[in-house]
């Protein structure tokens, strides 16, 4: 199946420093990606649709000027929390949706991100 | 708003099958039923999907009903590796369109 990979896997940061994480669609272009992030226990919520070439689509509660998306080529996306606060400390994992296909996401293997 | 509705958890014993089931009786008519699951600490991880067939690859079966308000994720040999949370969602195939996960459930393969 096709690939999406994230990098970093794992980050810790100082409070109030920015964190970028990396979203690669390896085998296949993605005009779409979706980032969602995840607290323990919980299911997946959907933070914003990333389009290649244009601005994220971001969902109701989730700052767009925190959560900084872009989507500069058809295999890259990246998410910069910015100024990282300890709430923000979660499981942010990317997906891609590959052109062509029936629809199926493949995701990334996520990457964890503490604040201190 | 996730679209389905799942059992929250369920166990299987060890090679036996594992039925899971998912209701989407809001389910529009150009939208699939896909199923994903998620090992802990992981990214989730394509199972299969399906429009109104039922269909099957190395890993599941999918069982929709005729009027697509439910289907059944078939494992037809559950295994220890299995236990995950599985999620079934319902979308059209293309477009950015939201993809809202529920709950999903919990299965626990029992040794």
């Known amino acids: 199946g096709a690939v999406v990979s994230q990098h970093p896997s794992r980050v810790i940061c100082k409070s109030g420093t920015s964190v970028k994480i990396e979203c690669r669609s390896l085998?296949?272009?993605?005009?779409?990606m979706f980032w969602y992030r995840q607290f323990p226990k919980q299911s997946l919520m959907l933070m914003a649709t990333?389009?290649?070439?244009?601005?994220?689509?971001?969902e109701q509660g989730v700052e767009k000027d925190k959560f900084l998306i872009n989507h500069a080529s058809l295999t890259l996306s990246t998410l910069t929390v910015t100024s990282a606060h300890p709430e923000d400390s979660s499981f942010y994992i990317c997906?891609?949706?590959?052109?062509?296909?029936?629809?199926?996401?493949?995701f990334g293997e996520g990457s964890r991100l503490t604040v201190l | 708003d996730a679209k389905t509705t799942q059992p929250p958890s369920m166990d299987c014993a060890e090679g036996r099958a594992a039925n899971l089931p998912c209701n989407h009786s809001?389910?529009?008519?150009?939208?699939?039923v896909y199923w994903y699951r998620q090992i802990h600490s992981q990214g989730p991880q394509y199972i299969i999907h399906?429009?109104?067939n039922n269909e099957t690859n190395e890993m599941a079966s999918l069982i929709i009903t005729e009027d697509r308000k439910s289907s059944t994720l078939i494992l037809p040999h559950a295994t220890l590796r299995d236990t995950a949370v599985y999620y079934c969602?319902?979308?059209?195939?293309?477009?950015?369109?939201?993809?809202?996960f529920g709950t999903g459930t919990r299965l626990t393969v029992i040794p």
């Open positions: 969602i319902v979308s059209p195939p293309t477009g950015a369109n939201n993809l809202f």
């Open positions: 990333s389009n290649e070439g244009s601005k994220a689509t971001y």
């Open positions: 809001t389910i529009s008519g150009n939208e699939y």
């Open positions: 085998d296949f272009q993605a005009t779409t």
């Open positions: 997906s891609a949706r590959r052109g062509g296909g029936t629809g199926e996401l493949f």
């Open positions: 399906g429009l109104k």
